[in-house]
């Protein structure tokens, strides 16, 4: 039996000392959101702040909206609470600025600020290291800045140590703690031997409906009508999301590694990755022949079939893979992500944490949390 960590949230340790570290608890701690990219994500997230926006501030925690932004229109106010006419006025909203947006956030310096990015977009991604220089919170659930170039990684992190909290616990795991578990072996000592695991709730989820009775494009299909899958399907069948996941746990233990690094087995034939989506989607029938063939040779063996990524402190994978009935990876259930940390501490007996790893709830939950850990750093009580 493994060790394992189920998809209840982990209390964060006590806040660090520093230059934006709480000396003394305040009666109310007063934060700034200004998110990017509103979309399925960031629209969940804003109706879960709002849920609880009244308990919180019994709490001492005044949470409040000061911009919304995404490529093409960007609000700019304060917004406790309710979100409708925050919403209806930032449709009509005028074109961005995102060098308006940052300094808007705080108020001059009277307000705690995080940046929420839940846009994808590398041209948010490079202005993370400024805005944490100049003392904003980042949050996000991109995997963009901790897979991106190892040059704007360093620099990311080189820009919190003036207190800035840059956080993207959601990037690998939605809701799961996954960057946190491993943070907290690291920091208390422990190394990082190996990680592996299913870390893609959506391929986690085909490959647990594929069971040989339906072609396996009639799943896909299946789950982008779900919305389990991206848009374009292809990025979730490529591996690339999966590879990015991968990298991020690797660059947190302290493994200079890049996505080029990264083996990576795309499930998508060669003569569709690069045609329009609708194309790939209308020729989707070529991914069934060769993945029935996979599963035919799996179940002659007894084993399962799935899409696994794998780092051993050297070499980095995402592919299929075989894993027999004993291993863990081959039960799980439906979106579950399934992540394995094969440390110093946990050498013969895997750390796992497992759990729902897709869907916008999930992911949004998996984002406040992590600004309600920036809160407790600054102070809060929760």
């Known amino acids: 039996m493994s060790a394992v960590l189920t998809d209840r949230r982990i209390a964060p340790f006590p806040p660090h000392m520093g230059a934006r570290g709480a000396c003394a608890r305040t009666a109310t701690t007063t934060i700034a959101l200004g998110l990017i ?35 093409r229109r960007m609000w700019l106010g304060a917004a406790r609470g309710s979100l409708d006419a925050v919403m209806s006025d930032f449709d009509a909203a005028p074109s961005p600025d995102v060098h308006r947006f940052g300094p808007h956030l705080v108020d001059e310096g009277r307000l705690q600020a995080v940046v929420i990015d839940c846009s994808g977009s590398d041209e948010v991604v490079d ?3 400024r805005w944490l220089s100049q003392g904003l919170h980042v949050v996000t659930p991109s995997k963009r800045a901790g897979s991106g170039p190892i040059e704007r990684w ?30 907290s072996q690291l920091d208390t000592g422990d ?14 989820w085909l490959f647990h409906r594929f069971d040989g009775s339906r072609p396996f494009s009639h ?64 020729q989707i029938d070529a991914l069934d022949a060769p ?17 696994v990524a794998s780092f051993d402190g050297r070499d980095a994978r995402v592919g299929l893979a075989m894993p027999g009935p004993d291993d863990a990876t081959s039960h799980g259930r439906l979106t579950d992500n ?22 916008p709830e999930v992911t949004a939950a998996g984002v406040f949390g992590d600004v309600l850990a920036i809160a407790q750093y600054l102070g809060a009580r929760l």
């Open 191 to 204: 190394d990082l031997l190996g990680v592996d695991g299913v870390l893609s709730g959506t391929l986690a």
């Open 338 to 359: 399934l992540i394995r940390f094969r440390t110093r501490r946990y050498a013969d007996n895997p750390l796992v944490v497992q759990g729902p790893g897709a869907g």
């Open 154 to 183: 360093h620099a990311i992190r080189n820009a919190t140590r003036n207190g800035a909290r840059f956080r993207h616990e959601a990037s690998v795991g939605a809701g799961l703690p996954v960057i946190q578990t491993l943070r």
């Open 127 to 129: 202005h993370y290291a």
């Open 37 to 71: 990219g509103p979309g399925k994500v960031g629209r969940a997230l804003l109706a879960q702040w709002a849920d609880v926006a009244p308990r919180l501030r019994a709490q001492g925690v005044d949470v409040v909206l000061r911009g919304v932004m995404d490529r």
């Open 291 to 307: 993945m029935q063939a996979r599963f035919d040779a799996a179940r002659e063996r007894g084993r399962a079939l799935r899409y």
């Open 219 to 282: 799943l896909v299909r299946e789950a982008h009508d779900l919305g389990y899958t991206e848009p374009d399907p292809r990025d979730d069948l490529s591996g690339l999301d999966v590879a990015r996941k991968l990298v991020i746990l690797a660059r947190e233990a302290g493994h200079s590694i890049a996505l080029d690094d990264v083996e990576v087995e795309s499930l998508v034939p060669a003569h569709l990755r690069e045609v329009p989506p609708d194309a790939f989607l209308a």
